[in-house]
């Protein structure tokens, strides 16, 4: 997806914490780039206010009372056109980040962010990019059990470009900005991309990064 700058990306809160996501609208919406359409506090809440305002975007609170997060995750991603899922979590919920990440969350934000990164993060997915806070990187590699800690074959079955898109693939570049930096088009990016997964045996894009990451290539 790739909005035109004018756009601001609409985007769906669900957290059981009203304050919470009060704060969050006021910091998302500060410079005008966010819309926050809607709000839900539950997993049902969110399954409603995606269906009825297709947003680009959504954060989702993975632990939430009644139908939490990675249940409307699991639904989320069964529909024909789901919005962007990014998981909004705290350092003391591995095991919901895990699965959301076996789920193909496309992101994982930590709730005390900084807003400027908030928004970029936003703004990455909804230009169809990975986005991963670096502070809970370290606690999403150990699910990727395909990765070697020492080395990683895999990535010598790379070319070089290959290697150059999983690079910015890793840094949350969505196919549009891979596309600038590397002279190409979207379309020879976007196979690229495909190719990429395809080599590393992983499913999405974030786990291409962890992929990245945890053999520290960059």
Same mark, same amino acid.
């Given at each position: ?26 910091? &998302?919406? !500060?410079? *005008?780039? #966010? ?5 839900? /506090?539950?997993?049902?809440?969110? @399954?409603?206010? =995606? $269906? ?72 990455? &997915?909804? !230009?169809? *990019?990975? #986005? ?5 990187? /370290?606690?999403?590699?150990?699910? @990727?059990?395909? =990765? $070697? ?70």
């Amino acid at each position: 997806m790739r909005l035109p700058d004018h756009v601001p990306v609409r985007l769906v809160l669900a957290d059981d914490e009203a304050l919470l996501r009060r704060g969050l609208k006021v910091l &998302l919406e !500060a410079d *005008g780039r #966010v819309e926050v359409v809607a709000e839900a /506090a539950d997993g049902a809440g969110l @399954l409603e206010v =995606v $269906r009825r305002h297709h947003p680009d975007v959504a954060l989702v609170d993975v632990q939430m009372p009644g139908v939490d997060g990675l249940v409307a995750l699991r639904e989320l991603l069964t529909w024909p056109d789901p919005p962007a899922l990014a998981v909004l979590t705290t350092f003391d919920l591995d095991d919901y980040v895990a699965t959301a990440l076996d789920l193909g969350a496309q992101g994982f934000l930590l709730k005390d962010a900084e807003p400027d990164a908030l928004v970029r993060a936003v703004l990455d &997915l909804a !230009a169809g *990019g990975a #986005v991963l806070d670096p502070r809970i990187t /370290a606690r999403l590699l150990p699910r @990727l059990r395909a =990765v $070697r800690t020492r080395g990683n074959p895999l990535l010598d079955g790379l070319s070089a470009r290959e290697r150059q898109v999983l690079a910015l693939v890793a840094h949350g570049r969505p196919n549009s900005a891979i596309a600038a930096e590397l002279g190409l088009s979207e379309a020879t990016v976007k196979s690229y991309v495909s190719t990429v997964l395809t080599k590393l045996g992983v499913e999405n894009r974030v786990q291409a990064a962890l992929v990245a990451h945890q053999v520290d290539a960059w």
